[in-house]
């Protein structure tokens, strides 16, 4: 009697070991749910960021270029700068880009620096940047490009982001998701 009692508590356990990893399997594998984060106002990823960093001073880094010269916020101070967080694999930071290139074409001679930040490694960004010709600068942020997302805001992991400082280091708006020409004049031109 003992011994049966002992392999139905066995099974017992044994169903339930199996019953909580499936249980842990699908939870695990079901869909990650992606923030709305269109850049439109009033949604909730754009409140939530925009409360966390508009208004502070800009955080510093220093990350490489596509030469890997080392480059950090601070050579950019007194200018109106534009820090988009982006990657080679993320459709909406690729459609963006010609946007934010004729954004720096037309402003940077009044003071509008563009910088994009890209999440991937520098070979990948090297081969990926040079035949779309792009002008304005392009750092090498790999995972310390991850942090330096979340330091300016980007707590949701949002791609791409953008945030738009002022001459005084001050960020004045930061835009999480897409942004087409017309949003960014309307954040760039009040601050030239």
């Known amino acids: 009697m003992k011994r049966s009692l002992q392999i139905t508590l066995l099974v017992v356990v044994a169903a339930l070991g199996l019953a909580a990893g499936l249980a842990w399997q699908a939870w695990r594998d079901q869909p990650a749910t992606v923030p709305d984060a269109t850049g439109t106002p009033g949604s ?18 220093q990350l490489p270029d596509l030469e890997g010269q080392a480059r950090s ?61 792009i002008e304005y600068p392009i750092l090498i ?26 001459r005084d280091g001050i960020i004045r708006h930061a835009h999480p998701g897409e942004i087409d020409l017309e949003q960014a004049r309307a954040y760039v031109e009040p601050l030239l």
């Open 44 to 61: 909730d990823a754009r409140s939530t960021i925009t409360s966390l960093v508009v208004g502070k001073r800009r955080p510093d880094y």
């Open 141 to 166: 942020g790999e995972d310390d490009g991850i942090d330096i997302s979340r330091d300016y805001g980007n707590r949701l992991g949002v791609l791409p982001y953008t945030v738009i400082i002022g």
């Open 73 to 133: 916020a601070a050579a950019y101070d007194g200018k109106v700068v534009m820090v988009n967080f982006w990657a080679t694999w993320c459709p909406p930071c690729v459609r963006e880009m010609p946007a934010l290139e004729e954004l720096y074409e037309t402003y940077r001679d009044r003071g509008l620096v563009v910088v994009g930040i890209a999440l991937d490694n520098g070979e990948a960004v090297v081969d990926f940047v040079d035949p779309m010709g």
